[in-house]
């Protein structure tokens, strides 16, 4: 399938990668794509998703494409490298991200108290914003030991510098190999500059921890060190739903379905071309999640049970999230916490525009979600002791 002739510039001005995602696989759950003179493949198919991060995975990586378009903001972290690199980061992320700390929930209890504050006010107020602001909070407080307090300081340089880099990376990313020559420092220099100043903080607040106890050897610094800028290149950019998942073949190789007159034989991959999956489309496939799955039905969950690579909230195999329980317990908390607090969530009257999506590396919403007249429960309840 010929792309549309503009699409790079349609992505560029109007964030409508999703729209496109959408309508290049309504011809095919495996669609190949000329963008900008390269061939993309374009998959919602399960088995290709279990082949790039699973059964082949030594033959899909993030490629040196997706490092370069990301180095300027993120330099070698876990989310764009591959080989030794990417497996020193996981091995110093690992202690940090797969464990929970005993404080956790006493950290998340007190940020939520600030998300009180925010919509006790009885005036329409943009739900994405307090979520967006309250996530970097916890996250912060947590993996850095420091809050970025995005929930109470109105100005937050850090937060809307990282928020201008995502975006950056999102247009350099849909123009290809065109989009390395763009570097940060020349487009963003101000937010490159508050993001080093942020960095280089925790930078300081970790190092200063050693001063009565200073490790056996440079080396264990060092990794501490590089674990608390690791976290943070990690939990910056995953605060919000992924839309794609981009691999390229390191080698020559073939995905198990899209080839062949039918499309369920094998396609051949060559060396250097960029596979799109596509979560967005893969989990709104209606016949995998039913026929309203555009449709945000909790309820579904009493009878949909999805096999394994059908859902993939985390990715799958080897490069599975490593913050995966940290973001589960933290969706599990705060909508416990919103039903005890809460007894009714309504959007606002002000709410004129339909739920909208955008893509700027992560999904967002397309404009303001507003909330409004959140009443009370008849009796507000003490949250439950921490373990």
């Known amino acids: 399938m010929p792309a549309p002739k503009s699409l790079s510039f349609t992505v560029l001005t109007c964030h409508e990668l999703i729209e496109v995602q959408e309508d290049i696989l309504k011809h095919g759950h495996v669609v190949e794509v000329n963008m900008a003179g390269s061939t993309m493949i374009f998959t919602d198919e399960p088995d290709n998703f279990r082949a790039c991060m699973s059964t082949k995975f030594s033959d899909f990586g993030k490629g040196e494409l997706l490092h370069s378009v990301f180095k300027g903001s993120m330099a070698d972290a876990i989310f764009c490298t591959d080989g030794d690199i990417w497996r020193r980061s996981r091995t110093i992320l690992r202690p940090h991200c797969a464990k929970p700390r005993p404080n956790d929930l006493e950290i998340t209890e007190s940020h939520f108290a600030h998300v009180l504050k925010q919509v006790e006010q009885g005036q329409a107020v943009n739900v994405w914003d307090i979520v967006d602001r309250y996530q970097l909070d916890v996250a912060t407080h947590v993996f850095f030991g420091k809050s970025a307090d995005a929930l109470i300081i109105n100005r937050q340089p850090f937060r ?177 916490r919103i039903a005890q607090e809460f007894s009714q969530l309504k959007m606002a009257d002000e709410q004129v525009l339909p739920m909208g999506y955008k893509f700027e590396l992560n999904v967002k919403p397309s404009w303001p979600c507003l909330g409004k007249e959140i009443q009370m429960g008849m009796m507000r309840k003490q949250p439950a002791a921490m373990a």
């Open 160 to 336: 809307k510098a990282m928020e201008r880099l995502l975006k950056i990376a999102s247009y350099k990313m849909s123009f290809g190999t065109l989009g390395t020559y763009v570097p940060e420092w020349l487009v963003a220099r101000n937010a490159m500059k508050e993001l080093d100043g942020y960095v280089n903080s925790l930078y300081d607040l970790a190092q200063s921890g050693y001063r009565d106890s200073k490790p056996d050897n440079e080396e264990i610094l060092m990794d501490s060190l590089a674990a608390r800028q690791l976290e943070f290149k990690a939990c910056s950019i995953s605060r919000c739903t992924v839309a794609i998942n981009m691999k390229i073949a390191h080698r020559d190789t073939s995905l198990p379905t899209g080839g062949g007159p039918s499309g369920k034989e094998p396609l051949a991959v060559l060396k250097g071309t960029p596979v799109v999956l596509s979560l967005w489309c893969l989990q709104r496939r209606p016949d995998l999640v039913g026929n309203d799955a555009h449709l945000f039905r909790p309820s579904r969950w009493e009878t949909w049970k999805p096999k394994q690579w059908e859902f993939i909230p985390f990715n799958h195999g080897v490069r599975t999230c490593l913050g995966k329980d940290f973001g589960q317990e933290q969706v599990e908390y705060i909508i416990a």
